[in-house]
């Protein structure tokens, strides 16, 4: 698939976080503002390149079809990370999380190679608060540092995989596409609005860390105008 290089950034970003959170976990406040910086990104990717491919589909069908299978994917996604319990039932529910992400990534390469690596830039610091999610999580139930990172790495490689399943989309009929890309824009405000800023106001925040997000958005943007 055209980009599927660019896939393995966010499993480098991965590898950086687990090796961070192995060694030592950063604190509250940094975690907060990477959550917010990473959804100020997203957001920015899905209104400035997502977006528009939907609108230009010109097929209401397919957007409304595709948008609620979107929602009612990810809402499922939401109920098997409610029940989720213990080390082995986390990467379950993470390992799904990245593999729709990879999808998502997919499919918005299939929409253009620049909506593709902005997407890109997005998930790679999504993967990199996961990596250290997973990381702290895997390291309650084993001693060896080297092995959660070694997992926390094969979980991430989910993405390039979900991105290669969403390859054949791109033969199917622009109405399918369409739909297709309404699907993925669904996920990707799912991201943004329930979990990563959810789990960011976990914690206390401040005037700095809430600016992270639109900080991430401008810079985002700012990079979509230089590539324009």
């Known amino acids: 698939m ?3 290089a660019y896939t393995f950034a966010p499993v480098a970003a991965a590898a950086v976080g687990a090796g961070v959170a192995a060694v030592r976990r950063p604190n509250d406040a940094w975690r907060s503002g990477i959550q917010h910086f990473a959804a100020g990104v997203v957001f920015a990717a899905a209104a400035a390149e997502v977006l528009p491919d939907v609108l230009h589909g010109k097929s209401p069908a397919a957007t409304l079809i595709g948008g609620a299978l979107g929602v009612l994917t990810m809402l499922g996604v939401k109920a098997i990370e409610g029940r989720a319990k213990g080390p082995l039932a986390v990467l379950v529910a993470v390992g799904i999380d990245i593999f ?5 990534l997919g499919l918005a390469f299939i929409g253009g190679a620049k909506a593709g690596l902005l997407l890109t830039i997005g998930l790679t610091l999504e993967i990199l608060f996961l990596g250290l999610t997973v ?8 001693t060896s540092k080297l092995r959660v990172v ?4 094969a979980i991430a490689l989910l993405l390039p995989v979900g991105a290669l399943v969403a390859t054949p ?7 399918i596409i ?21 789990e960011a106001h976990e914690t206390a925040d401040n005037a700095w860390i809430t600016g992270a997000f ?6 985002l943007l700012a990079i979509e105008e230089v590539m324009s």
């Not at 070694?150 to 790495?153: D, E, G, H, K, Y």
């Not at 989309?169 to 109405?175: A, C, Q």
């Not at 639109?214 to 810079?219: R, Y």
Request: charged share 10%; aromatic share 8%.
């Open 169 to 175: 989309v791109s033969l199917l009929s622009p109405v």
């Open 135 to 142: 990381t702290e999580s895997l390291s309650k139930a084993m």
């Open 150 to 153: 070694a997992i926390t790495v």
């Open 100 to 104: 729709i992400d990879g999808l998502v």
């Open 2 to 4: 055209p980009g599927l």
């Open 214 to 219: 639109f900080v991430g958005f401008l810079a």
């Open 178 to 198: 369409s739909g297709c890309l309404s699907f993925g824009l669904m996920a990707l405000l799912y991201l943004v609005t329930e979990e990563l800023l959810v």
